[in-house]
């Protein structure tokens, strides 16, 4: 079984008036490889007559981004022509690759009466190989995505596979990524397999990873030292849990950019600006 190395907090960095925590990277952690980058807005509840989500059009190349919607909805569009609202537990995909602009926002009915709001966004690298992929973007609702019975919970399998059942999402770089919700006296043994990147942050509650306890609004960092991760809960408790296998290349990051070279940034800045990622228009 992995055991805790250390736990990273998340801090504090709102967003306009959406309350947003980001534990990676960190002072501590400025990769994960190749995890880049959480969010985690809310939970919070928007008040009828709202201004929404403030994602605007902007641009992206060079990585994924994985939304989470745990409560409320978000709408996507995008300069590549997809389109779409997703609620509350489903999942957007999207490849920004050789660049798109995109804007995150919420939906006329959500700014009219409100609501509750919780989201995860989590930003995976991509190798040099694959960074200059066509622009993709997937977007399921909760019943797309099998839920599995767990002993004390259910655990929704976004992408990978787990006890025979493989993910709706298909991963350029076979990302594996799953949400989990446990009660009280819950317990479940995840694949962690040799070599691969361990990504376990608890949205909520405080589980026990390997008997130690760990806490609300942390990414837990993991050793190497086995191929599964214990989890135990003594309340309820939610998690984000996935594995990759590290890119081990340079990575250099200005924005919504994420390339290998500070050379590879300028050329996607001057792409952006030459207009060659298309727009997006409200």
Request: charged share 15%; aromatic share 6%.
């Amino acid at each position: 079984m992995r055991q805790i190395i250390r736990q990273h907090p998340a801090l504090r960095d709102d967003i306009a008036d959406l309350t947003t925590r980001r534990p990676l990277p960190s002072r501590d952690l400025p990769q994960l490889d190749p995890f880049l980058f959480l969010n985690h807005h809310g939970p919070q509840t928007y008040p009828a007559g709202n201004g929404g989500l403030p994602f605007g059009p902007h641009p992206h190349r060079g990585f994924e981004t994985v939304s989470f919607i745990l409560a409320g909805e978000m709408a996507h569009l995008d300069s590549g022509g997809h389109e779409s609202v997703i609620g509350e537990g489903g999942v957007q995909w999207m490849t920004a690759g050789s660049g798109l602009v995109h804007a995150e926002i919420s939906p006329k009915s959500f700014r009219q009466t409100g609501g509750p709001l919780e989201i995860l966004q989590l930003w995976v690298n991509l190798p040099a190989a694959l960074k200059m992929s066509h622009p993709a973007y997937t977007g399921l609702q909760a019943a797309d995505i099998p839920a599995i019975p767990l002993e004390g919970g259910t655990l929704n399998l976004i992408s990978g596979e787990f006890a025979g059942r493989a993910g709706p999402f298909a991963s350029l770089t076979g990302v594996a990524m799953m949400t989990l919700e446990l009660e009280a006296g819950g317990k479940v043994t995840l694949p962690a397999p040799q070599g691969r990147t361990v990504f376990l942050y608890v949205v909520a509650g405080e589980p026990l990873v390997q008997g130690t306890r760990a806490h609300e609004a942390h990414l837990v960092e993991l050793d190497q030292g086995g191929d599964s991760v214990e989890i135990a809960a003594e309340g309820p408790v939610r998690l984000l849990y996935g594995h990759a296998d590290p890119i081990g290349e340079p990575v250099a990051a200005h924005g919504p950019f994420v390339m290998n070279t500070r050379e590879e940034i300028h050329e996607a800045i001057q792409d952006y600006q030459a207009g060659k990622f298309g727009a997006v228009t409200l």
